[in-house]
């Protein structure tokens, strides 16, 4: 049987793009999968909310890793998981990667800020970067600590998002490919995609490329493709989606007489009875009648 982690490869290495979707626990993760998106995020921003913490290193890796994991187990398509700064230095890196591997997570993403971080997209937040030689020491520590080289290190960059400008993203980048890594996520905060298209096509490296177009969402999957993006990330839409659901639904519910008022704005339990998948637990329950007559017992 392949592995999440080849499987992701394979991916990569068949479609022009792949279409990443965020998800913040099994649920969401599982209708990410059921609409046909490549794989899942785990993103470090949507997990933290449905704790409502901040997206600021607040929960542990062990939370983080849990919420990965969970999805994970639902799921066929590959989990990537977002580990923030990698949560200390590379010992902690190298523990994470041994964890997150042997749990079926295909790839993580590990960002060049300094410990904590906060949300990237957080307007006036703090977003000091950790020196090239450190984050360089985390990319070596996580390809020391991985057990098969289908699991993918992705090397995220933080300078356009920092100001630090496109000189020292692009000297980042290819640092971090010399360094081991297997991908490289650039993020921006701009409301146009022209940054990213410019750290693209002047870069010059091998690794496949990765954004998350939350503030440029005006940008189309074509236009990804003919700057030969690989992976693009919708990193908290369904958190948002989520959000914006329940929020309206309990405006309502404070309101009504009787609930039957907004049944049919929300799933039936029928939907919900599919998701969890309550009805294997029939057709299990006569396939061990079968082996049991099999077996000569009487029922
Ligand atoms: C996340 O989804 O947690 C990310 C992407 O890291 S962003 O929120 O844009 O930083
Ligand atoms: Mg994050």
Redesign the pocket.
Known sequence: MKTNAEILRELLDSKPILKIC?AYDAMSAKLVENVGFDAV?A????ISAINAVP?ASILTMTEFFDAASKMVNVCKIPVIA?CDTGYGGPNNVRHLVKKYESAGIAAISIEDKIFPKQ???LENGTHALLSEKDFVGKIIAANDAKQNKEFMIIARVEALIAGLGMDNAIKRARAYEKAGADAILI?SKKHTPEEIFEFVDSWNGNLPIVV?P?NYGTVKIDELIQHKIKMTIY??QTLRAAHAAITRTLNEMIKVESMSEIKEKISSMEDIFQLQEMYDLQTNEAALEEKYKKLGYES
Do not use: K, R
């Open positions: 965020g995020w993103g470090s921003f949507a997206d977002d949300n990237s997209l993020h998350v939350t990193a908290n």
